[in-house]
């Protein structure tokens, strides 16, 4: 798996493309990710745009980004709603309307998303920090793109925007934990490959703390 991480701006998540053909949220500056990805890539090639969560600052982007190539939209089925509510989309945070956007694909748990002919994306449905928040996982390099769900050194996603629950946060995070993980792709910040199945038990302690100073 060939990965290449892409800021366009400051407030916008992190932006991975996958292999030149699948990119994983696309920030909310649609003018600079197009002027980026035209760097690295002929537009028509981009596949699909897989988002980890409906939120504005991992979605803003992705209609114009589709718009361009020709790729398709995909979103876990219990985010695919909150795409277009102003509130739960978070747009209303950052002084915009919902993005608005009618998903091309929709995914649940389990699913597995083929990348080359020996490699695929296994889809984790981790809630939590919106309802239908996902986690992608790579298991030939170990890989984990986290989404919101957990960040580096034991840090977790708020819970407290519409649709977001302690409670199952920690649920999700739990799930993580089994996994073998040895690269961490976060949605903001850092990646990382420095004991990550270690990190992702301390984000696990710290959702478990949450969960009981929210209950
Ligand atoms: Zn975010
Ligand atoms: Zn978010």
Redesign the pocket.
Known sequence: MHVEKINASPYDSNIYLINKKFLIDTGMDATTLIKELEDHLDLNTLDTIILT?C?F??SGAASAVAKESGAKIAIHEDDAECLKDNSAS?ADIFGYKAPNIEPDITYNDGDKIQITDDEYLQVIHTPG??KGCICLYEPKSKSLFSG?TVFPAGSV?RTDLKGGSAEKLEESIEKLTRLDAKVLYP?HGNVSVDNVNGQIKQSHQAAKQLKYIQL
């Open positions: 969560h939120h600052d991992h978070a920090h919106t919101d996603g949605g």
